[in-house]
């Protein structure tokens, strides 16, 4: 079994990151890491947010912006999928059980702060 990224990968992936958005990605960063619970590694090759299980992954080769991807881990899951609220409409749904959330700029991710850490709340009650 691989050996588990530990929040000290995350920190020399992004200290190493050479990335034209990489503000954006560290704003970011400090939402999802605000959130109760949530730790960071390193999944897919990119950095990654889990609590339980892991529920978020950036996207670094987006064409345009910043892209996170929402999900419900690596395993598929049974059922229907997830449904939750997105009032701001920052969701892309992507399958039945994953989504995407995509920021311009830096920005971007400041005018919808708010938005986004609320959205990671309601997300991770689904993890």
Not at 28 to 55: Q, Y
């Amino acid at each position: 079994m691989a050996k588990q990224k530990t929040p000290d990968d995350a920190e020399a992936f992004l200290a190493a990151l050479d990335h034209p958005q990489k503000p954006a990605i560290l704003a970011i960063r400090e939402v999802i890491l605000g959130t109760p619970g949530v730790t960071e590694g390193i999944k897919w090759n990119a950095p990654s947010f889990r609590t339980t299980e892991w529920f978020a992954t950036f996207h670094l080769r987006a064409k345009a912006g910043v892209q996170l991807i929402l999900h419900l881990g690596a395993r598929v899951r049974a059922g229907d999928g997830i449904t939750t609220e997105d009032p701001d409409n920052l969701l892309t749904w992507l399958g039945k059980d994953r989504a995407s959330v995509t920021f311009a700029d830096v920005a971007d991710v400041a005018a919808k702060r708010e938005a986004l850490a609320a959205l990671i709340r309601r997300w991770i009650e689904h993890v």
